[in-house]
């Protein structure tokens, strides 16, 4: 079936390195990509998001790049930090007439001091 | 802006018995979302209401699951009757238009049922 899937389950970084979080969707329909933070005990927050009619869209430290010829998404942060220690998730919107956003697994952030 | 606010943050409650989780969307939002969070499955999208009506409640994984949203401002997602398996955390999120914009999230409520 369709899924929204990641590459590692697992990132370990060092403090101040850049850190590259992959993740591949199976649905060329998909117009809309969001990228989240989960920490501990807390909801999904947003970091940032692109349309399907970019290739690159760039944050505070964070730049989503979208690749529609292989369908696959990714997350840099810049000088990774502790306080980015998280697991994050990419998502896409499914539906072209309204909002259903499917999550991926998941990847764990860890940093390394 | 208080955000997606959610009660209780846990339930704990036993095998047969009716969980009531409710949610309250951020101001001015117009869609509403009920998710849930295990490890094994990850995030599912259960219900997704536009303008207080359910658009899609394909992901509601069986009929003890019921969700209702009676006002722009509040929305339940009930369980009855509550299986151990129904253990998670369910996330509720609300967003502006509803489409291409991005959820906000609540917090969740950790659901252990025994």
């Known amino acids: 079936g369709e899924s929204v899937g990641l590459h590692l389950p697992t990132l370990s970084v060092q403090e101040g390195d850049n850190s590259i979080i992959n993740c591949a969707y199976s649905?060329?329909?998909?117009?809309?990509f969001i990228w989240y933070k989960q920490e501990s005990g807390k909801g999904p927050q947003f970091i940032i998001d692109?349309?399907?009619?970019?290739d690159k869209r760039q944050g505070q430290r964070v730049t989503v790049l979208l690749n529609k010829t292989v369908k696959h998404l990714s997350l840099q942060i810049a000088a990774t930090q502790p306080g980015d220690s998280a697991v994050y998730f990419c998502?896409?919107?499914?539906?072209?007439?309204?909002?259903?956003?499917?999550f991926g697994s998941g990847t764990r952030l860890s940093i390394r001091p | 802006d208080a955000g997606v606010i959610q009660s209780p943050r846990h339930e704990v409650t036993e095998m047969g018995q009716e969980v009531t989780l409710r949610c309250k969307p951020i101001?001015?939002?117009?869609?509403l979302f009920w998710y849930r969070q295990t490890m094994m499955r990850g995030l599912e999208l259960l219900i997704y209401?536009?303008?207080?009506?359910?658009?899609?409640d394909s992901g509601m994984p069986e009929d003890r699951f019921s969700a209702k949203m009676p006002n722009a401002s509040f929305s339940t997602l009930k369980i009855q009757p509550s299986e151990p398996r129904d253990s998670a955390v369910y996330f509720c999120?609300?967003?502006?238009?509803?489409?291409?914009?991005?959820?906000?999230f609540g917090n969740g409520t950790r659901l252990t049922v025994t």
């Open positions: 209401f536009n303008n207080n009506v359910p658009i899609d």
């Open positions: 649905n060329s329909a998909s117009d809309y």
């Open positions: 692109i349309r399907s009619n970019m």
């Open positions: 999120a609300s967003s502006f238009e509803g489409r291409n914009s991005p959820l906000h």
């Open positions: 998502a896409e919107n499914r539906n072209a007439g309204a909002s259903k956003i499917i």
């Open positions: 101001s001015g939002h117009n869609s």
